[in-house]
C-alpha cells in the first residue's frame, strides 16, 4: 500500500538554525513527491513539489529513492516559517493525493 | 484561492443528524477531493470527484457519501454525524484535466458533533 511518514509531530527550533522535517514514503512505482504547508489562518498551499527541483523560500527537498525519503530542508530558519507542514505522495496513473500526518514546525526567536 | 469556497465553515450538530458540507468552485475544474485533517492522522481523503456524477471512494469513506451534479458543486454528506466524525474538512481542486499534484484548497469547514 502506499503511505507518507512523518515522523515527527513537532519540530522545534530556534532562529538561524538549520531545519529538516523528515518525509518516507512506502511505494513500488516511481513516485511524485510534494510539500505542502499551511500557515496560521491560511489555506493549505503547494510549497514545492520534487520534479521541479526548486528553492521556495529557501527550502529544498531531494528525493532518495534508494531510502524512500523527501526530507524538506532549510539552512537558516526565520521566524515565518512557523507552520504545519504535509509531505504528499502522488501515485503515478492515480488522480489522488496521499499526505502524511503532518509535522507542526515552531521557530523560537 | 482558485475560486474555492466552502460552507459552512463552522458547524455543531447532534450524534445522529445529517450534515451536508458544500464545496463550489468558480472556474470549471474536473478534479474536486474532500479531505478531513485530523491531528496525528494529517490530511485523510475522503471522496473525489472527476466529472459530473462520476466520483470514487477515498481511504476514509465509510459515514461519507458524495454528490456531483453540476460541475462547480461537490457535496459531502455525513449521513448520521457521529462524534468520531468531528473534523476540520477540506475541500481541493486539481486545475487542468488531470492532477499532477498541485491541489488548491478551501479554507476548511469545521464540523462538531457533540
Known amino acids: 500500500a502506499q503511505r507518507v511518514t512523518q515522523p515527527e509531530k513537532l519540530l522545534s527550533v530556534f532562529k538561524g538554525a538549520p531545519v529538516e522535517l523528515k518525509c518516507n514514503y512506502s511505494y513500488s512505482g516511481s513516485p511524485e513527491l510534494f510539500w505542502y504547508v499551511q500557515y496560521s489562518r491560511q489555506r493549505l498551499q503547494l510549497l514545492l513539489r520534487h520534479i521541479s527541483r526548486e528553492s521556495i523560500k529557501g527550502f529544498t527537498a531531494d528525493l532518495n529513492k534508494g531510502e524512500t525519503s523527501f526530507h524538506l530542508k532549510k539552512p537558516f530558519a526565520q521566524e515565518e516559517d512557523s507552520a504545519m507542514y504535509y509531505c504528499?505522495?502522488?501515485?503515478?496513473?492515480?488522480?489522488?493525493?496521499?499526505f502524511g500526518q503532518g509535522t507542526r514546525l515552531t521557530i523560537n526567536p | 484561492d482558485a475560486g474555492i469556497t466552502q460552507s459552512p465553515r463552522h458547524k455543531v450538530t447532534e450524534t445522529g443528524t445529517p450534515v451536508t458540507l458544500r464545496c463550489h468552485q468558480t472556474e470549471n475544474h474536473r478534479y474536486m477531493y474532500w479531505y478531513r485533517q485530523d491531528p496525528g492522522h494529517g490530511l485523510r481523503l475522503i471522496h473525489y470527484?472527476?466529472?459530473?456524477?462520476?466520483?470514487d471512494k477515498g481511504e476514509v469513506s465509510d459515514g461519507y457519501s458524495v454528490s456531483r451534479s453540476k460541475t462547480e458543486d461537490f457535496l459531502l454528506t455525513l449521513e448520521s454525524a457521529t462524534s468520531s466524525q468531528t473534523s476540520v474538512y477540506f475541500c481541493a481542486i486539481s486545475p487542468g484535466t488531470a492532477n499532477t499534484g498541485e491541489l488548491f484548497f478551501g479554507e476548511g469547514s469545521r464540523l462538531t458533533v457533540l
Open positions: 470527484s472527476y466529472g459530473v456524477k462520476d466520483t
Open positions: 504528499a505522495l502522488r501515485i503515478q496513473g492515480a488522480q489522488k493525493l496521499v
